[in-house]
């Protein structure tokens, strides 16, 4: 040895990303993800992905933004082997599958050139995929046994050099054209020229497995006009042959209720994915914008108030339980203290709505007592006929609660002990995108499950730089989850158009869906008759 050390290059990995929606990733795309120091992607590769990294992970973007054009491809290239060699392990995240017109092989062989190790990683790719999203089956026992997929994203001259017309059209059953809009009147004038009846289906899809998915059928004589008219802009799949007709009968996609919904979740990180997955589940697209943050106090004087009042377990003839954060910290602090659960066994048990007795129930506790209404007042009145002067009750709750559930126990002749087992601080890790969503007018509806996602998401979009929120937050739908929320958000300036019956999570997906649903009727009514 020279007294000198080799230093140790990276790797990358080339993943596909698939064509848009962020579940389509596989899994061992989403490995590549969580293991890496930086992640490489463009537009075709959802945002959403970023969520896996790891913290302090890197981000590099290099698609086209408003004051920049897309970074060359042997820029690319080379930002990939400079990343590796700096000892980093790389994921380039591209759209769809990275050997199908992924250029994936001229980042390959760069790496290779340069002694760097590099995976593969196939991807679902949009050839296959957005058509599936708009309900056409590229291949059909009846319709076509075979299937072309061939690059439109050249100028005319270069499609003729590239592509052999009179043995596309005539050799395979359905065509799948990429990037190919601008090109679409060109592409359908030579397929009839070769053989191509002018009568075949033809369909485009833009933006295939995401919430801006829209889709145009035509012929092959009568497509360019419809795409024209509709003003259709880029990335879009064609998809020409006869299996274009089964759209008209599987488009499961679209026939979602909150198809083409943009709907922000303002709910701490930890407690989003219940209501994204619903979200998801009905056709809509979450874009999480967690403004809270819940985490134990630190304060001397509240910790040794939580351990005083666990640690005198047996003296509680109640444990009232408001919310599923509640039920959380209060089994981590029992934990934490060493304190068995069965010292509070004279106790009976209250929570105030389903989802909290369900975090209860998971941890084997059987609910006394569950109100017909969701909030403390509900909590109160069912509770009526069971409590009396001289019990004492246990309140598990978080900095932020209201009074109104002590004061009136005590005004009953309970004795009420209150302990913040948890407090609620704005939250600190916002992505820039989500914030620029909004500011573009991309966000459907916005959703609020506390009276403090409504405060705090005002306070953080201030400290982002928007000087007036509340006129930014006029866009969308206003979603609260219940009466107290929609108080705060009306008090604070913004229009509440969509509040449940019922304060739970699934009952206010359920009231969006329907607004939804109610606003396309009228659509549809108002729109002028074909």
Not at 55 to 68: N, Q
Not at 90 to 96: D, E
Not at 291 to 301: D, H, L, N
Not at 486 to 496: E, I, N, Q
């Amino acid at each position: 040895m020279n007294g000198t050390m080799e230093k140790v290059k990276g790797k990358v990995y080339l993943v596909g990303a698939g064509p848009g929606d962020p579940k389509l990733i596989t899994v061992r795309g989403q490995e590549c993800i969580q293991a890496c120091d930086v992640v490489v992607y463009d537009r075709l590769a959802s945002p959403r992905l970023l969520k896996f990294l790891k913290p302090g992970a890197e981000k590099v973007y290099v698609g086209k933004l408003p004051d920049r054009h897309t970074m060359k491809q042997e820029e690319i290239n080379q930002l990939l082997v400079d990343l590796a060699l700096q000892g980093k392990i790389v994921t380039r995240l591209k759209g769809g599958d990275p050997t199908i017109f992924g250029r994936v092989g001229e980042e390959a062989e760069l790496l290779y050139d340069n002694g760097i190790e590099f995976e593969i990683i196939p991807g679902i790719t949009s050839a296959i995929a957005v058509p599936a999203y708009a309900g056409i089956p590229v291949t059909h026992r009846d319709l076509a046994s075979s299937l072309s997929i061939i690059t439109g994203h050249e100028s005319p001259d270069k499609l003729d050099r590239s592509i052999h017309w009179d043995k596309v059209t005539n050799a395979t059953g359905t065509l799948v054209f990429l990037m190919g809009v601008a090109k679409i009147g060109y592409i359908a004038e030579q397929l009839i020229r070769h053989g191509k009846s002018p009568e075949t289906p033809v369909a485009l899809i833009r933006w295939g497995t995401r919430v801006e998915q829209r889709t145009v059928v035509g012929t092959l004589q009568t497509i360019e006009a419809i795409v024209a008219e509709a003003n259709f802009k880029p990335p879009a799949v064609i998809v020409v042959g006869e299996v274009v007709k089964q759209r008209e009968k599987l488009r499961w996609y679209e026939r979602k209720p909150l198809f083409g919904t943009r709907i922000m979740v303002t709910r701490a990180r930890a407690q989003s994915s219940d209501l994204s997955d619903r979200i998801e589940e009905l056709g809509g697209e979450p874009c999480e914008f967690p403004v809270i943050e819940t985490r134990e106090p630190s304060q001397p004087a509240v910790v040794e108030a939580v351990e005083t009042a666990l640690r005198d377990a047996a003296r509680y003839d109640w444990l009232m339980f408001t919310s599923v954060n509640g039920v959380e910290y209060f089994f981590g602090w029992i934990k934490k203290l060493g304190i068995d659960i069965r010292a509070f066994h004279k106790a009976r048990i209250a929570a105030v709505g389903p989802k909290t007795a369900e975090a209860l129930q998971q941890r084997g506790l059987l609910i006394d007592v569950l109100p017909v209404k969701f909030h403390a007042e509900g909590l109160l009145d069912s509770l009526n006929g069971s409590l009396e002067a001289g019990q004492c009750v246990l309140l598990p709750r978080g900095d932020l609660a209201r009074e109104v559930l002590p004061r009136e126990l005590e005004a009953k002749g309970l004795e009420a002990v209150e302990i913040d087992v948890y407090e609620t601080i704005i939250a600190e890790d916002q992505e820039r995108e989500t914030l620029e969503l909004l500011l573009s007018k991309k966000v459907d509806v916005i959703t609020f499950a506390s009276s403090s996602t409504v405060t705090n998401l005002l306070a953080v979009m201030e400290r982002m730089g928007v000087d007036n929120p509340q006129s930014v937050l006029e866009q969308a739908d206003i979603a609260c989850i219940g009466p107290l929320t929609a108080k705060t958000a009306a008090d604070a300036g913004l229009r509440v158009t969509i509040q449940p019956e019922e304060a739970t999570i699934d009952a206010l997906i359920e009231a969006i869906a329907a607004a939804r649903m109610a606003n396309q009727r009228t659509k549809a009514k108002e729109a002028p008759e074909e």
